[in-house]
């Protein structure tokens, strides 16, 4: 491979594309060319670096130097000081107060904020995503080769075991576990499939992982072959994701070329092809049977379970289905060993979690710290604080059917057990943090709207219970509701958790649930009083139609 | 005569269309959503001619076709306008005033959600979360992504499109 003096990455996340990017990373080209140094510097564009405050961002290594905002017009000093004369251009730095994230860490050496611990973002924003060399340098592809030319099968499994993890979608079943029962499942044929329907509101940690690092995907999902026994994977991602497939492609394409995919990988007898599959927008396939429907070109109807995909799967045939996320953290705990990876987060829930902090805070985006930090740490150092300097009122945790956090649960750690203790769900790593000028009301209303139009329809208790309770709140909100609107919005949430057959409608009414719990006094404002405490909803006392 | 010109060009570029999708991701059943969005980023929506030629190639009652079109977001069974604007409901934009948003949109191209303009120029649409949260309110046209987006800015953005 070409070795390079400096290597040079623009931000392409959308905000920075709408701010010139594109135009940013032309200039730069002519000017490498102009400067005759264009060989020396390798220039690539990045997708999303994590955090939206100085964009477009250039960032130079080996330096670290992160400068941004930068316009087309700053490029040609840029170039000049830092790439050709070797100085760092400082008057164009990024200020540090308006960085964050990853991008803050590189400058955190200083001591100026805490390290976040990266696993599964580890090379996202590092690399070049569409070189798998740049990949393989960043110990890419080391973990596949450790496990097919001297681990069995058996051991692959019993190190995912030993390590702890587990399955970073939401339910946190046991990652380990599950390999195992679709190994010891009965069949030839077996499946892989990554979970990359990433559609739960506030959550983006799935594409960035892909977009950043979509080798560490196909990678592990190889080794997930390789322990199982199945020979053909898929990647069902979500229609929307559309940079995220195209990464994947050239991936899976550069993937073949240099016999890390395809047949005989490494020279051995172990063959494995990864198939893409996209989406077409439908919240319900991100729930696992629903997602193997819609592979076989079906309505995203989820099945009834058990019998559970390990069994009974795509095609009827044995199945391991492993969201993006919880794949990602395999490689590194195959290369660094399950010791390792336990003694990073708690010891009920090791590892790290990527968590998507948005809402009313200063700094919105992307983190990655270890298990069992509390939602209070994460607002005031992550998120840098209430916007406006406005009060707490409450957080949502891992998307809409999350819990709602009161302000008194906010030092509660965040990792699966405790958090089941405190009667609350860590889903998806979505944070959605709100002011006191959040209205509960209007907040269960958008949720509830959300839920009924996400609905598959397939079964009574959602297509209807949703339905009924947006239709409630949406009266409340107006003004005309009753006190016995609550007992039935109570009775909704339970038929919801009770009778639903998937896990979109059991956790549908969780929302109402909390919000009756923590805030009905403001709920009953709305009906006793006919008033707003929040000033949000119009209450105009006449009825909208739904 | 010209009328019927006309309908033979249309039902002509619905079958080239549905060839072309077929041809690219094969004749099997597991293909369906593929071929059907492949159909929809062409002409713009799935006529019911669409539906016919594809049930014929790919063996596949209309009727299963149909329940599929109609159930993903991305797939249309009615035309759309000539750019279509999808504006996000869901939480995360609706806290950092996508509300403000949402109702000057309305405004801008007067048309409520789900309907198109009268010109065909616009289709205005609500969408559940395009996972660009970090950004919101979120809207887009076409292919093309908004973020952090004002009311005030509405304006500008929409006359990027003719």
């Known amino acids: ?546 | 005569m010209v009328q019927n010109t006309k309908q033979s060009d249309v039902a002509n570029s619905v079958i080239v269309a549905v060839k072309a999708a077929v041809d690219a991701f094969g004749a099997k059943r597991e293909e369906m959503i593929p071929i059907l969005n492949e159909i929809n980023k062409k002409l713009g929506y799935i006529p019911p001619e669409a539906l016919d030629e594809v049930s014929m190639l790919l063996k596949a009652p209309k009727s299963q076709l149909y329940s599929v079109a109609s159930f993903y977001r991305m797939l249309s069974t009615k035309p759309r306008g000539r750019h279509v604007i999808q504006f996000c409901e869901s939480a995360p934009c609706h806290v950092v005033g996508g509300k403000e948003v949402w109702e000057e949109l309305q405004k801008q191209v007067h048309l409520k959600s789900g309907e198109t303009s009268p010109d065909g120029k616009w289709t205005l649409l609500t969408t559940s979360c395009l996972g660009v949260c970090g950004v919101g309110p979120v809207m887009t046209v076409d292919e093309d992504i908004y973020g952090n987006i004002a009311p005030g800015e509405l304006q500008s953005i929409l006359a990027r499109y003719e």
């Not at chain 1, 990266?118 to 596949?144: K, M, S």
């Open chain 1, 1 to 546: 491979m070409k070795a390079y003096r400096s290597m040079v990455l623009v931000s392409s996340d959308p905000l920075s594309m709408e701010r010139g990017a594109r135009q940013v990373f032309e200039k730069i080209q002519q000017d490498l060319e102009s400067f005759g140094i264009s060989d020396e510097i390798s220039l690539t564009m990045v997708g999303d670096v994590g955090r939206h405050d100085a964009l477009p961002l250039v960032i130079i290594y080996p330096e670290a130097a992160i400068y941004g905002p930068i316009k087309t017009e700053d490029v040609h000093h840029l170039v000049e000081e830092h790439l050709y004369k070797g100085r760092i251009a400082s008057e164009l730095l990024a200020s540090s107060r308006e960085l964050s994230g990853r991008i803050a860490w590189l400058n955190s050496r200083k001591g100026t904020l805490p390290a976040e611990n990266r696993i599964v973002l580890q090379r996202a924003g590092l690399i070049d995503p569409n070189n798998i060399e740049e990949y393989i340098i960043h110990d890419g592809y080391e973990a596949l080769g450790k496990v097919i030319s001297g681990m069995k099968p058996t051991e692959v499994i019993d190190e995912i075991i030993k390590s702890g993890l587990r399955g970073r979608g939401g339910a946190g079943f046991p990652t380990g576990l599950k390999w195992k029962f679709v190994a010891q499942a009965k069949g030839n044929q077996k499946f892989v499939v990554c979970n990359a329907d990433e559609s739960e509101p506030g959550t983006f940690k799935d594409r960035l992982i892909l977009e950043g690092d979509p080798f560490s995907i196909l990678e592990a999902m190889t080794i997930a072959g390789f322990a199982v026994g199945a020979s053909e994977g898929y990647i069902y991602i979500r229609g929307e994701y559309a940079l995220a497939r195209q990464r994947l492609e050239a991936a899976i394409v550069a993937a073949k070329e240099m016999g890390f995919l395809g047949k005989n990988i490494f020279n051995s007898d172990f063959s494995f092809e990864i198939h893409l599959h996209s989406g077409a927008g439908a919240y319900i396939c991100g729930e696992e049977t629903a997602l193997l429907e819609s592979i076989e070109g079906n309505r995203g109807e989820p099945r009834a379970r058990p019998p559970y995909p390990t069994t009974n799967g795509l095609w009827n045939k044995p199945t391991l289905i492993n969201n993006v996320e919880t794949l990602a953290n395999i490689p590194a705990i195959i290369r660094e060993g399950s010791a390792w990876f336990k003694s990073i987060g708690t010891p009920s829930s090791p590892g790290t979690k990527v968590y998507t902090i948005l809402g009313n805070v200063n700094v919105t985006g992307l983190v990655e710290v270890p298990m069992g930090i509390t939602l209070r740490e994460v607002v005031a150092i992550y998120g840098k604080g209430m916007k406006d300097g406005a009060n707490f009122k409450l957080a949502q945790t891992g998307g809409s059917s999350g819990s709602i956090i009161p302000a008194s649960l906010q030092d509660t750690p965040m990792d699966f057990d405790s958090f089941n203790k405190a009667g609350v769900a860590l889903g998806s790593g979505a944070l959605l943090i709100c002011n006191e000028e959040t209205c509960v009301v209007d907040l269960a209303k958008v949720l509830m709207n959300f839920f009924r139009v996400e609905s598959c329809g397939k079964c009574a208790p959602c297509r209807i219970g949703n339905q009924r309770a947006y239709e409630i709140l949406d009266q409340i909100s107006e003004g005309i509701g009753s006190l016995s609107d609550l007992d039935d919005l109570e009775l909704i949430s339970d038929n919801l958790f009770q009778l639903s057959n998937c896990g979109l409608g059991q956790t549908s009414g969780t929302p109402i649930r909390d919000i009756l719990k923590y805030f009905r006094a403001e709920v009953e404002a709305h009906i006793r009083l006919k008033v707003c405490p929040s000033g949000v909803c119009s209450m105009s006392g006449h009825k909208v139609h739904a």
